[in-house]
C-alpha cells in the first residue's frame, strides 16, 4: 500500500474563497458584451482556464470574437480581479487552512499547489504562506486546463513523489476528474452529492487533520 507523501491543493475555494472576486469580474465583462449570466452560471468557470471561461461566456451570448479582441478582454477582466485583491490578507485563508499547511510542513508531508489560476503566487504572497509550498504549478506553467491533470502531474514530479503517494484537494468537478484522471487519491471540498468520482468529501480543511487524512488514505479500496 501506497504512504502519504504529499498533499496538492486547488487555490479558488480550498484555500481562499477568491472565486467570488473572479466570478464579478466575469460578470462585469459579460455585462460589457451584454451577456447576461447569472449567479447560476458560476458553477461552469469553476477549475477552468480564464480562456476556457471567456469561451463559455461568449457561447453564452452567441458572440464569436477575433483572438487579439479575446486577449484584450482576458486582460480587462484580469486587471479587474487583481483590483478587487489588493486587500487579501492571511486572515482570509478558509477556516483550517493554515492550521492543516503547518501540520503538512511540521510532519514532513510536501505541499504543492495545483491551480489554473494565472495570480496563483500573488494571493499566496499576499496571504503570506508562500513558505509553505514546496511547489506551484499555476496556470502560467500548464498548457491544458483541469479536467486534464497535468496541473497535478507536474506538481508531483516537481517533488519527485508519484501520484499514487499524494492527496489532492479539490472544490470543482472539472479538478477532481483531473485528480482522478492522474492517479491521484482525490478529497472534496462542498456537496457530496456534487462530488461522486471523488474518493473523500468535506465541506472544509477545518474538518480535516493529518492522523485524520493518513487513516482515510490508508483505507482506500
Not at 464569436?64 to 478587487?84: A, F, G, H, Q
Not at 504572497?125 to 506553467?141: A, H, L, P
Not at 508519484?162 to 492517479?183: H, L, M, N, R, Y
Request: with cysteine; hydrophobic share 40%; glycine share 6%.
Amino acid at each position: 500500500m501506497a504512504e502519504l507523501k504529499a498533499c496538492i491543493f486547488d487555490m479558488d475555494g480550498v484555500i481562499v474563497n477568491s472565486a467570488d472576486f473572479h466570478f464579478h469580474a466575469w460578470k462585469k465583462l459579460a455585462a460589457e458584451l451584454r451577456i447576461d449570466i447569472d449567479d447560476d452560471f458560476e458553477i461552469q468557470l469553476k477549475g477552468i482556464s480564464r480562456v476556457d471561461s471567456l469561451e463559455k461566456i461568449l457561447a453564452q451570448g452567441n458572440l464569436v470574437l477575433d483572438n487579439d479582441t479575446k486577449l484584450s478582454l482576458m486582460r480587462n477582466k484580469n486587471e479587474e480581479y487583481l483590483e478587487s485583491i489588493t486587500g487579501l490578507k492571511q486572515e482570509d485563508l478558509l477556516p483550517g487552512v493554515l492550521d492543516f499547511l503547518k501540520e503538512c510542513q511540521t510532519n514532513g508531508v510536501k505541499i504543492a499547489l495545483g491551480s489554473s489560476s494565472k495570480n496563483a503566487e500573488i494571493i499566496l504572497e499576499k496571504t503570506d504562506i508562500k513558505s509553505y509550498f514546496d511547489e506551484v504549478v499555476d496556470g502560467n506553467k500548464v498548457k491544458f486546463s483541469k479536467p486534464d491533470p497535468e496541473v497535478f502531474l507536474k506538481g508531483a514530479a516537481g517533488m519527485n513523489i508519484a501520484p499514487s503517494e499524494i492527496v489532492v484537494f479539490e472544490d470543482a468537478v472539472s479538478g477532481v476528474q483531473a485528480a482522478k484522471a492522474g492517479g491521484f487519491y482525490c478529497v472534496a471540498i462542498g456537496n457530496p452529492q456534487e462530488f461522486q468520482q471523488a474518493d473523500y468529501v468535506i465541506d472544509g480543511l477545518h474538518h480535516m487533520n493529518l492522523d485524520k487524512l493518513k487513516a482515510i488514505f490508508n483505507h482506500q479500496k
